[in-house]
């Protein structure tokens, strides 16, 4: 399922994948693939994501 709150809170920033990748210590790809929803991150990726976003982890990766 793809993470369109993700792309949304990245895009929200004017943050590219790439930037998104960079400030998170991963590749572009990971970025990509956690948007297109082919890949299930760890836990500390969600947390550093959420850090460089300013979100929650519900907001970004709970589905009610």
């Known amino acids: 399922m793809k993470n369109l709150k993700l ?3 990245r ?14 210590g991963v ?3 990971t970025i990509s ?8 991150p760890t836990i500390n990726l969600c947390i550093a994501i959420c ?7 519900d907001e970004l990766f709970w589905d009610p």
């Open 51 to 57: 850090k460089a976003l300013d979100k929650t982890l």
């Open 11 to 24: 895009a929200a920033k004017d943050l590219s994948q790439d930037e998104l990748a960079k400030i998170c």
């Open 7 to 9: 792309k949304s809170a």
């Open 33 to 40: 693939a956690l948007e297109k929803g082919d890949y299930n």
């Open 27 to 29: 590749s572009r790809q």
